[in-house]
């Protein structure tokens, strides 16, 4: 079966501070990744998705990157983080060519 | 362009009552529909989906949907609503062509004992 693991679970760093969070699936090859960020009280807000290694599409402008070096690894990076980052950040896989999204237990990043 | 609708931002609801999360999609052809759950600090659980076929679905923990194509509607139900059924509920549909899913902005569910 397929599971999804991200880390750490819970970040708290400073503002102009650098920011890794990792994404892994398992069990499954060639998945379409995808980032979320979840702001307080308000709904999911795509930040990139990937459907292979190297190819990354960013939906919103921001101080954030994403990457994906091998085929069921997904991160999520910052060079100097803002305030404004602050959030739940969460990871999902989906199936190439399939619909559904499987979402891992996510990351809450406190920027203080 | 294709958007998703949940005009209910928090309902309550005493347990053992029935419940309807009602969702609303724009959408050119025959969408791909899903309800999802969230509970506090988790990640989002899908609860059911639909893709063609009966319009009647159902999911885990005893929830069903019924998708009406006349009302744009992809309602959520459970007959008899429990403590633990508390959470945040999202309605999603596919973005046209793409692989990525539109999600509205959520219901906050409230049980009361």
């Known amino acids: 079966s397929q599971t999804i693991h991200q880390w750490p679970a819970t970040l708290v760093q400073p503002v102009g501070s650098p920011l890794s969070l990792e994404c892994t699936v398992e069990?499954?090859?060639?998945?379409?990744l995808y980032w979320y960020r979840q702001a307080a009280g308000r709904g999911l807000q795509l930040l990139f998705y990937?459907?292979?290694?190297?190819?990354i599409s960013s939906e919103v402008p921001q101080n954030l990157s994403a990457s994906r070096p091998q085929d069921r690894q997904f991160i999520l990076s910052s060079k100097k983080l803002l305030l404004s980052d602050s959030g739940f950040y969460l990871c999902?896989?989906?199936?190439?060519?399939?619909?559904?999204?499987?979402f891992g237990p996510g990351t809450r990043l406190t920027v203080t | 362009a294709q958007s998703v609708t949940q005009p209910d931002i928090h309902i309550t609801v005493s347990e053992g009552a029935s419940l309807e999360l009602r969702c609303n999609y724009s959408?050119?052809?025959?969408?791909?529909l899903f309800w999802y759950v969230q509970s506090p600090g988790q990640g989002l659980q899908l609860l059911l989906k639909?893709?063609?076929?009966?319009?009647l679905v159902q999911g885990i923990k005893g929830f069903e949907a019924e998708f009406k194509r006349s009302q744009s509607s992809f309602n959520l139900r459970k007959p008899s609503v429990h403590w633990s059924d508390a959470a945040e509920y999202f309605c999603?549909?596919?973005?046209?062509?793409?692989?990525?899913?539109?999600f509205g902005t959520g219901t906050r569910l409230q049980v009361f004992p």
């Open positions: 069990g499954t090859s060639n998945p379409n």
């Open positions: 999902a896989w989906s199936v190439v060519r399939g619909k559904e999204q499987y």
């Open positions: 990937s459907v292979g290694i190297g190819q």
């Open positions: 999603a549909v596919e973005s046209y062509n793409t692989d990525k899913l539109i």
């Open positions: 959408y050119g052809a025959t969408p791909y």
């Open positions: 639909y893709f063609s076929g009966d319009t």
